[in-house]
């Protein structure tokens, strides 16, 4: 696997990405963020096995509090794809997503979910909430939990035990 700045294609000749093949563009945006002093999260969208948008948190670089990487990733996919409603796209994501995000998948109509740690404070995808499974809302969508779980988490910890040393 290549960098994560370039996405690989169908069309490059390596075939159409499998969800670990994208997991793997997902820990390397999520590698970036924290690089820029954000929490390490990575997002890509899917479609066909090819990726239409590679985004990571820019919650601090943005000093904006919805500028999560699923967001940025979905905004992205609807750009590329011409339409809001992305029942096309398999988001890959680092870590479970939160309500906003979960909420955002929803409203996306997206076609399915895969992320790699689960969130026990803030994951809406099982851990406190399933919002992507939830019948009283008006979509639902399929998700795969644990993809790299262990690569994600200790991006997450690596970053949090670098922050409190430079705070104490
Ligand atoms: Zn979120």
Redesign the pocket.
């Known amino acids: 696997m290549g960098t994560c700045a370039v996405p690989a294609s169908v069309d490059g000749g390596t075939g159409p990405l499998t969800v670990d093949d994208a997991m793997v563009l997902a820990l390397a945006e999520a590698t970036a963020a924290a690089a820029l002093g954000d929490v390490p999260v990575g997002a890509v969208a899917l479609v066909d096995g090819m990726v239409v948008a590679a985004r990571h948190n820019e919650r601090e670089q943005r000093g904006n509090p919805t500028a ?1 990487a ?1 967001i940025l990733a979905l905004a992205d996919a609807a750009v590329v794809l011409g339409t809001w409603r992305l029942s096309e796209v398999t988001l890959v994501v680092t870590l479970e ?2 309500p ?2 979960a909420g955002a998948l929803v409203a996306a109509r997206a076609g399915r979910l895969v992320f790699g740690a689960a969130d026990p404070k803030a994951g809406a995808c099982g851990s406190l909430y399933n919002l992507c499974a939830d019948p009283r809302l008006n979509h639902e969508l399929p998700v795969t939990a644990g993809v790299r779980a262990d690569e994600s988490a200790a991006l997450l910890t690596d970053f949090f035990d670098a922050r409190r040393k430079t705070v104490t």
Request: net charge negative; aromatic share 0%.
């Open positions: 999560h699923e997503p939160c906003m995000c």
